[in-house]
């Protein structure tokens, strides 16, 4: 079934049809630009339930939207899980043509299989560092060679596209930046790298002496490579290039140095049912409390969220200096 056009319009006649459900805010890594440490993690009560996320899943593709993420957190520490997925892969047969989850990869090695089967389409894996003691410190706990693994068994499977994401930090990662799409060029994956994103109050590291622009990334690569632009998208805020003779492609997100927000088509659910209009904005409505006020009301859910199409702005305010314009963290947000 083709997608159908979508009533997802906002003020500034923006179609919105992609949709990122976080399922949890809960991680089994605790990277330095994601979270604080320690983190303090949701109440499970306020999280949403996996019938609550199915539910919103249906009543976005009745709206319209023809592509959903599957976030977190790292989504695949959330108990049971794989229902959720099971369940949004069936609506396929309703309008959606994209299911496709963002992983640190560290449980991929278990769950690939059923993940493809479920009707996982595509995977972003998280891979910010090649060297194990490295990818230690900017994860703080985890542990390099599971997500090596994970790859392969996602490979192995036969997911239609895998991706890897690394966000590059100057004095952490940026020399890696070479080595990392070598990687991908090797191992048939495209890779996408990305500049950090200012959400919450991290103390681990100063972002503006941190940050390392897509320019800067893109001309390490060009020493090496040979990089022509593309037209290829994936609905996503990625600018692709493509590298001649590989089918490898490299994607710079950038919301500080090339801002995507002109031709934003996307809306995200927070972990505890926030439908949040803006990556860097705090424009939401309480979805969580439409679900449970109003039980069974799929059309009052779905006016709910028409309506919030009106309040998604224009675009974020990020900054690197001074303090976070947003203090909700990465993981309640949404990676």
Known sequence: ????????????????????????????????????????FLPRARVLTLE??????RAFVELGAHKIRITGGEPLVRRNVLWLFQELGRLREHGLAE??????????????????????????????SLNPDRFRRITRVGELAPVLRGIRAAQTVGFQRLKLNAVILKGRNHDEVTDLARFAIDNGLDISYIEEMPLGVIGDHDRAEAHYS????????????????????TGGPSRYYRIPGSETRIGFISPHSHNFCGDCNRVRVSAEGRLLLCLGQEHSVDLRHVLRAHPGHQERLKQAIVAAMAIKPRGHEFQLGGQPVILRYMNHTGG
């Open 99 to 128: 299911l496709v989850l963002t992983t640190n990869g560290s449980q991929l090695e278990r769950y690939a299989a059923d993940l493809q089967a479920a009707g996982v389409a595509r995977l972003n894996i998280s891979l910010d």
């Open 52 to 57: 609550e996320l199915a539910i919103l899943g």
């Open 214 to 233: 897509s320019d800067a990334i893109r001309a390490d690569l060009a020493q090496t490579f040979t990089l022509i632009p593309s037209t290829e998208s």
């Open 1 to 40: 079934m083709s997608p159908s056009p979508t009533p997802l319009v906002d003020r500034f006649g923006r179609r919105v049809n992609y949709v990122r459900f976080s399922v949890t805010d809960r991680c089994d890594f605790r990277c330095l630009y994601c979270m604080s440490e320690p983190m303090t």
